[in-house]
């Protein structure tokens, strides 16, 4: 535990009379001098870390266990009833920041980073907004409710859709076709529940966007997540060099592996198996060995990385194996005060498992290079530079990956798969990021509205060599198993932006794996106290997804693929 000199030791977070005294210090607190604005800014964020902290393991355990009432109620009460009574105040002290005379003679980019973000979070702030956000918190909530009770009988037992996704991996194409049928219908039966949940979130979140003076939700989004490098028009090109310059690829894998299979149709079942006909790979068996196995892949590369990783054991911050009534997906989440992350996932024993613990792991390095900066707001990793954490971890592990696979042939198998999975990877991102775009700026749109415009995107973005015929009840709904659709409105393009950079700083390290390895830590290590664009230069990388760029970089995936 970090030291407090600020808040109490002892102090537990039941109500907001626990904190209420600490934010009334701060805003009654007179400034008379550049060291005591120092000495504020430092127990503002001290506080804000432990109030984060706090609510941060009350979404953990809730996640961990959606059945348990009290975890969720625990969660509930912060979001419904101290939330809503923190945001005001925050705004307050804000506002008490900005108007000190002091303020100029903090100088250098990091300051400049924070007043920016001071100066949106006042522009974006409205009083009559606090409720409507308690409410959109709560709602969201239900996604993670409905989909961890989703299972399906296999083989006589009742199991998890990520464990029963195992399954489209088996060679046995009649035993696939089954699977992913079940998992498809057992996803209809709440089809409409999560389509009038969504309904209720755009409604709830265009509101917000409206009452804060913006044309709509997306564009207050877009200021409330400080994209101050990149527009929605970059957003946009991004959509259109990706259809251009990466759909094209989709196609042309997708016919190798219709030819491979030696199928006459290729069908959305036959999209998981290993092409050749082996069987799925098994990296891992269970979270303790994918763990551990996953430290020593680190600590190959630079054993900091993987002290980081037995330090967060040591802690309990990790819950890796998928069970019934957990919520879905995996996340690493910061813990502001004491520094070390939690990884949550949903492992069963396939590749993907493998590489999302490589994944949360890049976050978790992210997290601990950057725990001893001054302020939490130095500490406020964007989006896109966190996912560039992440992303690249994946790629520079590459070379490791015989600790998960001593067979030579497996090894490159997974290596093969990984690149396939990139270039598969963009063309989703752009397509899940568009419609997000068409929702927000139409959100008085009917649900068959949305049908048809998923449909057209999904075609779009989709390679057309796969056969959908049969399955258009399917198909309309895929875009429900994207929890940041409903759980984190707009974070998703900054997976396609970083896995350009984690391409490059891959690129980078190959031809120089000392330099690039420590290029790649020296950016993570800047956390948000330069911009996105300096980070990424940081990295030996460009911040940039023009078409040209998105052609080189999957040029050099394509020959990176042919080697194999």
């Known amino acids: 535990m970090a030291i407090r000199n600020f808040v109490a030791s002892e102090l537990q977070i039941k109500t907001w009379d626990d904190i209420k005294k600490y934010f009334e210090e701060l805003l009654q607190r007179p400034i008379n001098s550049l060291a005591g604005l120092k000495k504020w800014l430092k127990d503002r964020s001290e506080l804000e870390s432990v109030i984060s902290e706090d609510l941060a393991w009350r979404y953990v355990n809730m996640t961990c266990d959606t059945t348990d009432q009290q ?3 625990s969660y509930t009460i912060f979001v419904s009833e101290i939330e809503p009574l923190i945001s005001p105040v925050s705004n307050k002290l804000d506002e008490k920041v900005l108007s000190s005379p002091y303020k100029s003679q903090l100088t250098g980019p990091e300051y400049e980073i924070m007043f920016r973000s001071i100066e949106k979070n006042i522009k974006i702030f409205r009083e009559e907004n606090v409720p409507i956000l308690s ?17 399906v009988e296999i ?11 195992d399954k489209l991996q088996s060679t046995d194409r009649n035993e696939r076709e089954d699977v992913y049928r079940k998992i498809n219908k057992r ?11 969504f ?74 198996v290993d092409k050749t ?63 070390y992350p939690f ?57 490791n990956w015989d600790i998960f696979f001593p067979d030579a042939e497996d090894l490159k198998r997974a290596k093969r798969m990984h690149l396939e999975q990139i270039i598969e990877t963009l063309p989703w991102v752009a397509t899940i990021d568009k419609y997000q775009h068409w929702i927000y700026e139409n959100p008085n749109h009917r649900v068959e509205q949305r049908k048809t415009k998923w449909n057209e995107l999904h075609s779009a973005f989709t390679s057309n060599v796969i056969d959908w015929s049969g399955l258009q009840e399917f198909k309309d709904n895929i875009w429900q198993k994207q929890l940041h659709l409903y759980e984190v409105p707009f974070y998703y393009i900054e997976y396609g932006i970083a896995q350009l950079g984690a391409v490059a700083v891959w690129k980078n390290y190959k031809e120089n794996p000392t330099q690039g390895l420590k290029q790649y830590m020296a950016a993570l290590s800047l956390g948000y106290t330069k911009p996105i664009k300096e980070i990424y230069a940081a990295a030996g990388i460009r911040f940039d997804f023009s078409k040209k760029y998105i052609s080189e970089l999957m040029q050099f995936v394509k020959t990176e693929l042919e080697s194999l």
């Open 71 to 73: 975890k969720v109620d």
């Open 135 to 151: 409410e959109i918190a709560q709602e969201s909530q239900k996604y993670g409710g409905i989909v961890g009770k989703m299972m």
């Open 155 to 165: 083989d006589g037992q009742e199991v998890t859709l990520p464990k029963a996704s």
């Open 187 to 197: 996803r209809l039966q709440d089809a409409d529940e999560l389509n009038t949940l």
């Open 199 to 272: 309904n209720t979130l755009i409604s709830l979140r265009n509101s917000v966007g409206l009452k804060a003076g913006f044309g709509n939700f997306r564009d207050y989004m877009f200021t409330a997540m400080g994209r101050f490098d990149y527009t929605k028009e970059d957003c946009f090109a991004f959509h259109d060099a990706v259809e251009n310059e990466v759909v094209p690829l989709l196609d042309t894998l997708a016919e190798d592996r219709k030819k491979m299979l030696k199928l006459s149709e290729l069908r959305p079942w036959d999209l998981s």
């Open 277 to 339: 006909g082996k069987p799925a790979l098994k990296p891992f068996s269970g979270g303790e060995d994918l763990l551990q196995k996953t430290i020593k892949c680190f600590d190959r590369l630079d054993p900091f990385l993987g002290d980081c990783l037995r330090e967060m054991k040591k802690m309990g911050r990790f819950d890796l194996e998928s069970r019934k009534g957990k919520a879905p997906g995996g996340y690493n989440y910061p813990m502001e005060e004491t520094g």
């Open 343 to 399: 990884i949550f996932m949903n492992a069963t024993s396939n590749f993907r498992d493998m590489i999302t613990l490589l994944h949360e792991g890049g976050h978790a390095v992210h997290s601990v290079l950057t725990k001893d900066l001054e302020l939490n707001s130095f500490r406020g990793i964007t989006s896109e530079t966190a996912e560039l954490a992440s992303m690249s971890m994946e790629l520079i592990t590459m070379d």
